[in-house]
C-alpha cells in the first residue's frame, strides 16, 4: 500500500498527482500540442548531492538546445557536440532555485567540495572545456586557470581530493588535437585513404582507442598548479581515490586488436598509485575479457563479476578471493546450462565490509574477507511475473535497503525499504506514477527524485527518508497546462504463439468514446513505461491513436516476432471498438526502422508505413558504415539483429531478414527519411529500397536531410525538425482519409 502518515501530506501530494493527471482532460478546450511545444518541453536532472543533502546542482535544458550538431564530424575524437543548458542549485529546504550562470552554458561532469560550499565543473570554452567553480555561499563563479598547458580531456573524470584542497582530473597531451583530427581528416577526406588488414585495428579503431587516451593529476586549489600522475597519455577508467587520499587505484584499458565479438581485442588489468612517490603495483593481472570494476567507498577494495562469480580484492591483496565459489562448481556454472546458478555483483554495503550480489534466487550478502554468504532476499520462482526490486542504496548504517519497485503486469511503481533483520519490506512511495532519476544523502536523510504521471514530463521532488515530508522542488512546464495532451493505458495482449504481452497506448487528445480513430503503431522491441512522449502527443493532436507494442524476437528468427506482436496487439484494440482497421499506419526509427520494413513484407494491412533511418539491406548494411567499425557486423553476428551466426555460416537468414529482396511483395505505401551525417544507418542502404520500389512502381517517397544524423530531420536543425514532423503527420493523414474526417462512427461502445 502506497504510505504517507501525514494527512496534510497526503492531501498536497493527492492534489498534486490529480491536477497533473487530470491536466489532458482539463486541456480539450485549449491549444493544440505543435512541434514547436516539443522543442520547448523544459527537462532536468540532477548533477550532483552535496554531502548533507541540502543543495543540489541541477541542469535544465529544452530538445532545442541540444539541434545543430554537426553530424559529418562523427568520429572525430576532438568534436564536441552542442549540449546547452540553464546550470542551477536549488536549496532542498527552502526551494530557491539560483542559477549559476545569467544564459544556458555547456557543462558536464560535476561534483560539491567535502564541505558542501564549492561546486567543481567543466565549462565549454570554445571547443575545449575549461575547470570553473561556483562558491555556493559568495554566488560566485570563476575559472581555474591551470598552471600547464595541457588540456582537459573531454570525457574526464572530475572529484575532489578527500581533503578538499585539489581537484583529480585527466588531461590531454600538448598537440592532442592537432594529430588526432589529421588522422580523423586523413581517413575522411584523403586525398589517399588507406585500409591495411597486416594492422592489428581497423583504421577507425584506431582513431577512435585516441579519444580515450589522457593524463591523470590533481589541480591544486587555490594555487591552480597542476601535479600530473603520469609522465605519457594512457587509457584508465574506474578511477578511485583512497579515503586517506594517499593514492588513486584505476582500471587500465589496453586495446590490442580490432575486436569482432566486443568481448574480447583488449587487456584489463587494476593498478594502484602511491601519490607520495607515484609508484604503482598491479593489483589484478591482464585479461582479455570485459572487466568492470566497483570500489568501495573507502577506496581500498574492489569487486567484480567474471564468468558467473564475483571476485573482491583488497589493495594490500596479491590476488583477488572469489565470494562465490563454494556454491557451485564450475562445471555447473558452464555456458549453455539453463540450470547454472550465477552471480553478478550489485554494490558494496556501506562500511565496505560485505557485498551484496545477485543470483536467479535473489539477493545475497557476502562477508568481504571469508565469503560468509546469507540469501537475504529470496525472489519468487515465477520471475517473468515478479515485481522487479532493484536495491539502489543502503542506509547509513547498512541495517536496511533502499529498493526500486516495479511491477511487471501493471503500472505499480516506487520505492520500499527493506529490513535485512526482520526481513520485512516497507512501502515508502508506491502508485501508478512513474519515477526515475532517484539519489541519495550520504546522511540517507533526503531522497531526490524525478516524478511524472507518465503524461506529463517529470519535475523534481525530495522527500525525507520515510516520505513523511515530500517536497515538489520544480514546475518545468506550467504552460503545458493549457495545452491538449494525450493520456496513456497499459495493454495487455497475446500474440499468436499465446505470449502475454503489453503495450502503451496513447488516445487522441479530442478522444469521443463511441468512435473509432486511426492508429499509428510505433514499434522497436518492448515497451512498458508510460514516460512523456512528445511524438505521441503529436500523433493524438492529429487524430489518432499512438501505439507502442512490444513483441518477442527469437534469435534467428527475430523477423517473425514483428508480424505475430505487433498485428495482434492491433487486433486488440480493434476488438474494444476503438481503432478502424481500415486506417492503420506504422514506422520505427533506426532498429524500429528496420522492423517497419520486414512487416509489410508481410503483410498489406497497414494503409501507410515509415522507416525512419533504418536499414533495409542487412546484407549490404555489413560494410556500409565506415566510422562505425566493426559494429554492423557484431549487430548482426551477436546483437541486436539477432541473426546468431555469420553471413557464411547461414547465408539463408540475412537473405530472409533483408527488405529489398522482398520490395516485390509491399504493397503499402512508404515514406523513407534518412540523415546525410547518419554513420549508425547510411542512407545509402535506404536509397536501395527507394530505387527498388521505383523499379517496381510501387508508392514510395524518400525524404534526405543534408543537415541530419541517425535520426533523420529529428536530430538536426529546429527548421528540420518542423519539417520532419509535417511530413510525417501529413504522409498519415492523406493515406487515412485525404481531405476528409479522419473519425469513423461505430455503433459500439469504444471503451477507455
Known amino acids: 500500500m502506497y504510505k504517507i502518515p501525514q494527512m496534510l501530506n497526503c492531501f498536497c501530494v493527492s492534489l498534486l498527482l490529480l491536477s497533473m493527471a487530470a491536466t489532458p482532460l482539463r486541456a480539450q478546450e485549449s491549444r493544440a500540442f505543435t512541434t514547436e511545444d516539443a522543442l520547448n518541453i ?38 564536441i557536440a552542442p549540449s546547452f543548458a540553464d546550470v542551477l542549485v536549488i536549496d532542498a529546504s527552502t526551494g530557491n532555485q539560483t542559477p549559476v550562470f545569467d544564459s544556458k552554458v555547456q557543462t558536464r561532469a560535476f561534483d560539491w567540495s567535502p564541505d558542501g560550499k564549492t561546486l567543481a565543473f567543466f565549462y565549454l570554452d570554445g571547443e575545449q572545456y575549461s575547470l570553473y567553480t561556483y562558491d555556493r555561499e559568495h554566488n560566485q563563479t570563476r575559472k581555474v586557470d ?75 586549489l587555490p594555487s591552480q598548479e597542476v601535479r600530473e600522475l603520469f609522465d605519457h597519455e594512457v587509457s584508465l577508467q574506474n578511477i578511485s581515490q583512497s579515503e586517506d587520499g594517499d593514492h588513486i587505484s584505476y582500471l587500465s584499458v589496453d586495446p590490442t586488436t580490432t575486436s569482432y565479438t566486443r568481448q574480447d581485442g583488449t587487456d584489463y588489468s587494476v593498478h594502484t598509485l602511491n601519490l607520495a612517490d607515484r609508484s604503482t603495483r598491479l593489483l589484478k593481472g591482464e585479461s582479455d575479457s570485459r572487466l568492470n570494476i566497483t570500489w568501495n567507498d573507502a577506496g581500498n577494495a574492489f569487486a567484480f563479476s567474471e564468468d558467473g562469480d564475483v571476485f573482491v580484492q583488497s589493495i594490500g591483496d596479491d590476488e583477488a578471493l572469489n565470494l562465490t565459489s563454494d556454491d557451485t562448481d564450475d562445471d555447473h556454472k558452464a555456458e549453455g546450462d539453463s540450470t547454472q546458478v550465477r552471480y553478478s555483483f550489485v554494490r558494496w554495503r556501506t562500511d565496505g565490509d560485505a557485498i551484496l550480489v545477485s543470483s536467479k534466487e535473489g539477493y545475497h550478502l557476502i562477508d568481504a574477507s571469508n565469503g560468509d554468504s546469507e540469501l537475504v532476499l529470496s525472489l519468487p520462482e515465477s520471475d517473468s511475473t515478479a515485481p522487479r526490486q532493484q536495491p539502489v542504496s543502503w542506509s547509513p548504517d547498512g541495517r536496511t535497503l533502499l529498493m526500486t519497485y516495479s511491477a511487471r503486469d501493471k503500472w505499480e511503481r516506487g520505492l520500499v525499504r527493506y529490513d535485512l533483520e526482520s526481513r520485512r519490506t516497507h512501502d515508502l512511495i508506491k502508485d501508478n506514477g512513474l519515477y526515475s532519476n532517484w539519489r541519495f544523502s550520504e546522511t540517507g536523510d533526503r531522497v531526490f527524485y524525478a516524478f511524472s504521471n507518465g503524461d506529463m514530463p517529470n ?55 463511441g468512435q473509432r480513430y486511426p492508429l499509428v503503431a510505433e514499434i522497436y522491441e518492448e515497451f512498458f513505461d508510460n514516460g512523456f512522449n512528445h511524438r505521441m502527443n503529436l500523433l493524438a493532436n492529429a487524430g489518432f491513436f499512438g501505439f507502442r507494442p512490444s513483441v518477442h524476437l527469437e534469435t534467428g528468427f527475430p523477423g517473425e516476432g514483428w508480424l505475430k506482436g505487433v498485428t495482434a496487439g492491433i487486433n486488440t484494440l480493434i476488438d474494444r471498438g476503438l481503432v478502424d482497421k481500415e486506417k492503420l499506419g506504422v514506422h520505427g526509427t533506426s532498429y524500429g526502422g528496420y522492423a517497419t520494413n520486414l512487416l509489410v513484407t508481410q503483410t498489406d494491412r497497414f494503409a501507410a508505413a515509415i522507416n525512419i533511418s533504418g536499414k533495409v539491406n542487412i546484407i549490404s548494411f555489413l560494410g556500409d558504415s565506415p566510422k562505425i567499425t566493426v559494429r554492423n557486423y557484431y549487430a548482426a553476428e551477436n546483437g541486436q539483429d539477432r541473426l546468431g551466426a555469420t553471413l557464411w555460416e547461414q547465408p539463408q537468414k540475412y537473405l530472409a531478414h533483408t527488405a529489398i529482396l522482398n520490395a516485390d511483395r509491399i504493397n503499402t505505401p512508404l515514406l523513407l527519411m534518412s540523415g546525410e551525417g547518419d554513420w549508425n544507418v547510411p542512407a545509402t542502404n535506404q536509397r536501395e529500397m527507394y530505387y527498388a520500389l521505383r523499379r517496381l512502381d510501387k508508392e514510395v517517397v524518400w525524404v534526405h536531410y543534408m543537415n541530419a544524423g541517425h535520426g533523420a530531420g529529428r536530430t538536426s536543425t529546429v527548421a528540420d525538425f518542423h519539417d520532419h514532423w509535417n511530413r510525417i503527420l501529413s504522409w498519415y493523414s492523406d493515406h487515412f482519409e485525404g481531405d476528409g474526417d479522419r473519425i469513423s462512427e461505430d455503433s459500439g461502445t469504444g471503451t477507455r
Open 42 to 79: 523544459a527537462q532536468i536532472s540532477i548533477e550532483a548531492l552535496t554531502p548533507d543533502g541540502r543543495f543540489v546542482a541541477a541542469t535544465r535544458w529544452t530538445p532545442r538546445d541540444r539541434k545543430n550538431v554537426d553530424h559529418m564530424r562523427f568520429g572525430d575524437p576532438t568534436y
Open 146 to 220: 591551470l598552471r600547464t598547458s595541457k588540456t582537459i580531456a573531454s570525457n574526464s573524470p572530475l572529484e575532489w581530493r578527500p581533503d578538499g584542497t585539489g581537484i583529480l582530473v585527466t588531461l590531454r597531451a600538448e598537440g592532442w588535437a592537432e594529430t588526432s583530427r589529421k588522422a580523423y581528416e586523413d581517413l575522411t577526406y584523403g586525398p589517399t585513404i588507406v585500409q591495411d588488414s597486416s594492422e592489428p585495428f581497423l583504421a577507425w579503431d584506431a582513431v577512435r582507442n585516441r579519444g580515450q587516451l589522457s593524463i591523470p593529476a590533481i589541480v591544486e
Open 459 to 513: 519535475d523534481l521532488f525530495v522527500a525525507d527518508s520515510n516520505f513523511d515530508d515530500t517536497k515538489r522542488l520544480t514546475n518545468l512546464n506550467p504552460w503545458m497546462a493549457d495545452r491538449k495532451l494525450t493520456r496513456s493505458e497499459l495493454v495487455e495482449y497475446l500474440d499468436v504463439d499465446g505470449r502475454t504481452l503489453h503495450g502503451i497506448l496513447y488516445y487522441p487528445a479530442d478522444y469521443k468514446p
